[in-house]
């Protein structure tokens, strides 16, 4: 069995059209809010995901709340990669979207991993956003900006502030899902 066949396994067809649905949600809404996040940075030498990041972030969060697989995050971010180059969004970082996109869930994951949490309250599900944004603000600037100490320093502080939101939103989101489940809320159900 390859490593690849016996990692899905650990995923049950809820948990893969969870990722599946979430990760197309968080490169859907890319072109709605990168334009807010132009308008909010401006000039300044940021990249506009760090701003807006925590909204691209929280659907990883989210899928892993969901499903509470480790790996979750690292399968979310490999499929939206894989989604921005089939779909033609690559932007400006062409065939490295896949490592720019998987990055940030893998780091997450570990981190998760380490501190032995799925994100099962708001600290750790803001330690998740927060994580999955700063690796992705460090790894648009490896591949594209290449910016100096300073701004790359407030980049990197905007994007944990905004990714920990994320977290924190998507920990809401969760906190729903589990009260609706214990009150025996079932998809069918009229």
């Known amino acids: 069995m ?3 066949q016996s990692n899905l396994n650990r995923f049950n067809i809820f948990d893969l059209i969870v990722i599946a649905m979430l990760s197309s949600l968080g490169i859907a809404i890319k072109p709605i ?3 807010l996040s132009h308008i909010l940075i401006g000039p300044l030498p940021i990249p506009p995901g760090a701003v807006t990041g925590g909204i691209y ?3 990883l969060v989210l899928g892993f709340g969901i499903t509470k697989k480790r790996g979750t995050m690292t399968l979310m971010g490999l499929v939206q990669g894989i989604l921005v180059m089939s779909v033609g969004l690559f932007g400006s970082q062409g065939a490295l979207s896949i490592i720019t996109y998987t990055m940030p869930g ?3 994951d570990i981190v998760m991993l380490l501190i ?3 994100a ?3 600290m750790c599900s803001f330690t998740a956003g927060m994580t999955c944004n700063v690796v992705g603000t460090l790894m648009v600037n490896l591949t594209n900006y290449r910016f100096p100490l300073f701004p790359l320093l407030l980049s990197l502080g905007l994007a944990a502030l905004s990714g920990g939101i994320g977290g924190i939103i998507a920990y809401k989101i969760i906190e729903q899902i589990s009260k609706l ?4 809320w079932e998809m069918n159900e009229e």
């Not at 489940?181 to 025996?184: C, S």
Request: hydrophobic share 50%; aromatic share 14%.
């Open 116 to 118: 032995g949490h799925r």
């Open 120 to 122: 099962c309250c708001m």
């Open 33 to 35: 809010i990168a334009p």
């Open 106 to 108: 893998l780091v997450a």
């Open 181 to 184: 489940k214990e009150q025996g």
């Open 57 to 59: 972030m929280l659907w």
């Open 2 to 4: 390859s490593f690849w």
